[in-house]
């Protein structure tokens, strides 16, 4: 199974402050990397796909990167209601997997 | 609009039975597998089930499998989820999501429905 690896588990950042959370899979998953963002009593919302493609709605200071194995989701200047819960999904393979998650909070 | 409704959880005892469902709208159903997704409270998120949009392939993880199956109806576009042989462990919100035919994510989720495994 290919594990992803998610850091960190929980950050807190001030208003337009820039925001990194990565995710690190056990193996090449090629883009195959999407990225969530939950709120409380809510279903995740997409926000990334194919490691760096925006979906559809999605505020543009949301951004995702790839390097070799490393995966990024980048909030360019932290809004307001940008605080929740991320995470990162492998799509590659069987089984899918998740990132266990980063708490995002702000100070 | 794409939308996903379940239905079907509550509280079951340990060792009992359970059929979850997801109703479909807004997009053509027959053309897309579709998963199944949990959350246990305050946990997580953990991929449950996944199947073809014929329904001719399933795939499970090796928690559940061999209890769960995973079913659709495409002439009515609804997905099913059978839980057998329910444990205190597989207490979570679940929800249906649409699998995205080249990334294979999950696209659109539904709002989630609770299932309670107690005595």
């Known amino acids: 199974d290919i594990q992803m690896t998610q850091s960190p588990a929980s950050l807190s950042a001030s208003l337009e402050e820039i925001v990194t959370i990565t995710c690190q899979a056990s193996?090449?998953?090629?883009?195959?990397l999407a990225w969530y963002q939950q709120k409380p009593g809510k279903s995740p919302q997409l926000l990334i796909y194919?490691?760096?493609s925006l979906a559809d709605g999605v505020p543009s200071r949301f951004s995702g990167s790839r390097s070799g194995t490393q995966y990024s989701l980048k909030i360019s200047r932290l809004q307001v209601e940008d605080p929740g819960i991320y995470y990162c999904?492998?799509?590659?393979?069987?089984?899918?997997?998740f990132g266990g998650g980063t708490k995002l909070e702000l100070k | 609009e794409v939308q996903l409704v379940e239905s079907g959880g509550g509280l079951v005892q340990p060792g009992r039975s359970l059929k979850l469902s997801c109703a479909a709208s807004?997009?053509?159903?027959?053309?897309?597998?579709m998963a199944w997704v949990r959350q246990a409270p305050k946990k997580g998120l953990e991929w449950v089930a996944t199947?073809?949009?014929?329904?001719?392939?399933?795939y499970y993880p090796d928690s559940v499998k061999g209890r769960f199956t995973i079913s659709r109806d495409n002439a009515k576009s609804s997905l099913y989820l059978q839980m057998n042989s329910l444990k205190s462990e597989d207490t979570a919100t679940y929800y249906c999501?649409?699998?995205?035919?080249?990334?294979?994510?999950?696209?659109?989720w539904g709002p989630g429905t609770m299932v309670t495994v107690s005595s």
């Open positions: 999501a649409r699998v995205n035919n080249y990334y294979w994510y999950f696209d659109f």
């Open positions: 193996q090449d998953i090629g883009n195959w």
């Open positions: 194919g490691a760096t």
């Open positions: 999904l492998q799509g590659y393979s069987a089984p899918w997997t």
């Open positions: 807004g997009f053509t159903f027959s053309n897309y597998y």
């Open positions: 199947i073809s949009t014929s329904g001719s392939r399933t």
